[in-house]
């Protein structure tokens, strides 16, 4: 029996335990591998793509599957396979369109199953993105059906806070919120995925794989919020937006200073 039998410890990669400049903090490493150890489960659960945190995968002590595409899958890397999926159902063709004719400022990442990111309006972003992830993209003129590759994880639309939060009212007059879940994970991004694809409810699902019976959560940014909410414990490192430091969870140290570390140490003490 270990320390951490039951419970998984579920965490945002970018800026909570990724820093692009410094990686991840060996504090945080050693606090992960000591979960583990004794009896804990982890995953990342990340707004990246299979695609775009693969790579950065072998980075990461990790004993359970990983949250993917802010929700649209839970995915095993070792065996790799999805386990659970809930991409975008083609019809969202046509909502994508009806947005790109309306807002002509925006550009827009689609991220397929399989085959290359796609990008219509490709914007300096984009370019600093596919550096970021080490993925070139494809740039497309329209998103309909003879260029995009289907299925879609998701979407992201790139542009500044206010335009993106009239692309935020345009769906929901139209009802759309319906349908998708439309979230920032970042004041020039809003990311759709399917409804019921978010991180909240992929990791409640994750946990009743996994067989666990608690679930502990961190992140730092709004996408991150439903999993917050969804957790029985939920920390956010210092480094968070205010509406993540403001949200009722527990405030650790920043994440180049290992806020993982201190989420299993305020865990253990719990104990």
Request: with cysteine; net charge negative.
């Amino acid at each position: 029996m270990g320390k951490f039998d039951g419970i998984l410890l579920a965490s945002d990669f970018d800026d909570t335990l990724y820093d692009a400049a410094l990686q991840i903090p060996e504090r945080s490493l050693e606090a992960i591998r000591y979960f583990i150890r004794e009896g804990g489960y982890f995953c990342v659960s990340t707004g990246r793509a299979h695609r775009t945190f693969a790579p950065f995968a072998p980075l990461v002590p990790m004993n359970a599957p990983a949250v993917l595409s802010n929700g649209a899958a839970i995915y095993d890397l070792t065996r790799g396979e999805y386990l659970v999926r809930r991409f975008l159902p083609e019809s969202v063709l046509d909502h994508l369109a009806a947005v790109m004719a309306a807002f002509p400022g925006v550009s827009l990442e689609l991220y397929p199953e399989a085959g290359p990111v796609q990008v219509m309006r490709p914007s300096d972003w984009n370019d600093k993105h596919a550096q970021l992830t080490g993925l070139p993209f494809q740039e497309i003129t329209s998103p309909d059906r003879s260029q995009v590759v289907l299925p879609l994880a998701k979407a992201l639309f790139i542009a500044q806070r206010g335009e993106l939060e009239g692309l935020y009212d345009f769906a929901a007059v139209r009802g759309w919120l319906e349908d998708y879940e439309m979230i920032f994970s970042s004041d020039h991004l809003l990311e759709m995925t399917a409804k019921g694809a978010n991180k909240g409810d992929m990791a409640l699902r994750l946990r009743d794989l996994c067989g666990c019976g608690e679930l502990i959560c961190i992140g730092d940014h709004a996408n991150d919020l439903p999993m917050l909410r969804a957790a029985d414990r939920a920390f956010a490192p210092a480094n968070a937006i205010g509406e993540v430091l403001d949200s009722g969870a527990q405030v650790v140290c920043h994440c180049l200073d290992g806020a993982l570390a201190e989420v299993v140490e305020a865990v253990e003490a719990a104990l």
